[in-house]
């Protein structure tokens, strides 16, 4: 074995600096008042066009650490990749997350895909002591929560 520089070893962090007080964190109550928060950040210009996923991520006392944009596909799909997903809910240091994507159509019914990606989801942050506490669909008009329809 040849040996080994220091400089070829690749160093991992992992480093999270939150820009708001934990006093001054909001509080999420329902799925109203994530839809509220969504709608304020979602941009105007592609709901209606394009299909993203985010995530909303919520410390132990429900409170917002903050929303990750995923991911950004077609008029009809995007990727909800889980480990993207899982990487980004442990470095934020999220005690739950509620996941989140829009239907550029405006349809508020969650497809077959919806609803499995949601139930894998929901598997896999369990064996990390992760909660996932709903996933909404947004839309311009309105949206649909999987938790208050009872499809979690």
Do not use: C
């Not at 109550?29 to 209606?48: F, G, H, M, P, T």
């Not at 950004?72 to 442990?90: E, N, Q, R, V, Y």
């Not at 159509?105 to 894998?120: C, Q």
């Not at 598997?123 to 311009?140: E, M, N, P, R």
């Amino acid at each position: 074995m040849r040996p080994i520089s220091l400089s070829q070893i690749p160093e991992i962090t992992l480093k999270y600096r939150p820009k708001v007080r934990a006093s001054e964190r909001l509080t999420l109550r329902d799925s109203k008042d994530v839809y509220a928060l969504l709608r304020k950040k979602w941009d105007s210009n592609l709901i209606e066009l394009q299909e993203q996923f985010k995530i909303v991520l919520l410390n132990s006392s429900a409170q917002l650490i903050g929303i990750a944009d995923l991911s950004s596909g077609g008029t009809t799909g995007t990727i909800a990749d889980p480990k993207i997903i899982f990487a980004t809910a442990l470095k934020a240091g999220a005690f739950a997350i509620i996941l989140a994507h829009n239907h550029p159509s405006g349809n508020l019914v969650a497809s077959d895909e919806d609803i499995r990606s949601t139930k894998k989801i929901k598997d896999g942050a369990q064996l990390l002591d992760l909660f996932v506490y709903d996933h909404i669909i947004v839309t311009k008009e309105g949206y649909l929560s999987l938790a208050d329809e009872g499809m979690m």
